[in-house]
T-cell receptor, first 109, second 118 residues
Framework: GQNIDQPTEMTATEGAIVQINCTYQ??????LFWYQQHAGEAPTFLSY??LDGLEEKGRFSSFLSRSKGYSYLLLKELQMKDSASYLC??????????WGAGTKLIIKP | GAVVSQHPSRVICKSGTSVKIECRSL??????MFWYRQFPKQSLMLMAT?????????EQGVEKDKFLINHASLTLSTLTVTSAHPEDSSFYIC??????????????FGPGTRLLVL
């Protein structure tokens, strides 16, 4: 079956760095997405990786290793507003999104 | 874990026809379901919030007469795109809210329905 795994919850300190991991097993691969979702709001797009390597976008970076079925989202210089759920989703060979359950990130001062 | 399914996964239709998309929560009851629309590499845009047994709440700019939502049971919500036009072509994603024991609220997303209107 198809499966996306990511930690349920993580806690980090303001100003620090946190890495949220995502492993996947899907039928085919057409890219991996990271979304940020604040409570009560729609998910906002953070990144899209389809080739191996690191994509950097400001304080956020996303890494992909297709051979390992692995991705991570790296958040630097954490701010209180980064407290949110982070969703990993993989687009399979049928261009369907397979969603992880999300990682709730708690930032402490 | 909880699973949300959507049917069909993809649909191609002619301009002017209506298309119905189903969203089901497979192993939990969802009093609230959400319908989103997504364009490539963009954020999900919330279209409407669907509550079981009552009228859906539409976001500003979403035509309620064009995007008909019916949440007839605790496990099924449907979105009907009426008189579809090419500009309605998009990726439609639903999600269902699960109140786990009334303590922890989790939102589960469906795999999406790709609509292409010719």
């Amino acid at each position: 079956g198809q499966n996306i795994d990511q930690p349920t919850e993580m806690t980090a300190t303001e100003g620090a760095i946190v890495q949220i991991n995502c492993t996947y097993q899907t039928s085919g691969f057409n890219g991996l997405f990271w979304y940020q979702q604040h409570a009560g709001e729609a998910p906002t797009f953070l990144s899209y990786n389809v080739l191996d390597g690191l994509e950097e976008k400001g304080r956020f970076s996303s890494f992909l290793s297709r051979s390992k079925g692995y991705s991570y989202l790296l958040l630097k210089e954490l701010q209180m507003k980064d407290s949110a759920s982070y969703l990993c989703a993989v687009m399979d060979s049928n261009y369907q999104l397979i969603w992880g359950a999300g990682t709730k990130l708690i930032i402490k001062p | 874990g909880a699973v949300v399914s959507q049917h069909p996964s993809r649909v191609i239709c002619k301009s002017g026809t209506s298309v119905k998309i189903e969203c089901r929560s497979l192993d939990f009851q969802a009093t609230t379901m959400f319908w989103y629309r997504q364009f490539p590499k963009q954020s999900l845009m919330l279209m409407a919030t669907s509550n079981e047994g009552s009228k859906a709440t539409y976001e500003q700019g979403v035509e309620k007469d064009k995007f008909l939502i019916n949440h007839a049971s605790l496990t099924l919500s449907t979105l009907t795109v009426t008189s579809a036009h090419p500009e309605d072509s998009s990726f439609y994603i639903c999600s269902a809210r699960d109140l786990e024991g009334g303590v922890r609220e989790t939102q589960y997303f469906g795999p999406g329905t790709r609509l292409l209107v010719l």
